[in-house]
């Protein structure tokens, strides 16, 4: 079984549209982040969220919300779409505070064009 | 925010060949991580260290929480042509901020059998 998963795998979409990457963990984890990858595959926290706090990275737009329907989801949210934001972009899990062993998805490809 | 030099960038060498990586911080790190990234996939966790000084192994695979708690090096041995990917170390920092893992920029290892 999957630990952490993704969908969609690739997404391409054009400018100033507004699309969402869902993100599910069966790991029974209490804390859940996504991280974005860029072109140099630098990996650079976005968010990291659990059932009683979200934690946005200060550099992250507001045009990226995140948002967990239970505690096994947090889908990631973006509005009016940038070339910029072409990256792939992946969630994680972990258990406990502080996050010590973070486990990854498979990631998501996001194409702006 | 804190920031992770790993070293070296990237490193061509021959099958069976052992393989050294480092990364420094100017901060100091509550824990150290190593993951591995194949193509197309999520990083992978390799190795967690947790105090000062600990050095661990995982098969051929071993890492070291440096001292000063502001370093840390993985080392591979005998390398295979499997152990290609590129290798991140990470640093879990729990003052604040996103709770997220720093992550070094990677090493990319390329083995040439």
């Known amino acids: 079984d999957t630990a952490v998963s993704q969908t969609p795998k690739y997404l391409v979409t054009q400018m100033g549209n507004d699309k969402s990457i869902k993100c599910e963990q069966n790991l029974g984890h209490d804390t859940m982040y996504w991280y974005k990858q860029d072109s140099k595959k630098f990996l650079k926290i976005m968010f990291s969220y659990n059932n009683k706090e979200l934690i946005i990275n200060e550099t992250v737009p507001n045009r990226f919300s995140p948002k967990s329907p239970d505690k096994a989801h947090l889908n990631l949210h973006i509005n009016s779409l940038e070339l910029g934001d072409s990256a792939v972009y992946f969630c994680a899990s972990s258990q406990g505070h502080p996050p010590y062993e973070q486990y990854f998805g498979p990631g998501t490809r996001l194409t702006v064009t | 925010g804190q920031q992770l030099n790993q070293s070296p960038q990237s490193m061509f060498i021959q099958e069976g060949e052992d393989v050294s990586m480092n990364c420094t911080s100017s901060?100091?790190?509550?824990?150290w991580l190593w993951y591995k990234q194949d193509p197309g996939e999520g990083p992978v966790l390799l190795i967690a260290l947790y105090k000062a000084g600990e050095l661990t192994s995982n098969g051929r695979l071993t890492a070291q929480f440096g001292i000063t708690r502001k370093d840390s090096f993985l080392n591979i041995s005998a390398s295979i042509p499997s152990d290609v990917g590129i290798y991140f170390c990470?640093?879990?920092?729990?003052?604040?901020?996103?709770?997220?893992?720093?992550f070094g920029k990677g090493t990319h290892l390329i083995i040439q059998p």
């Open positions: 990470a640093g879990v920092y729990s003052g604040g901020g996103a709770d997220g893992l720093t």
């Open positions: 901060s100091i790190f509550n824990t």
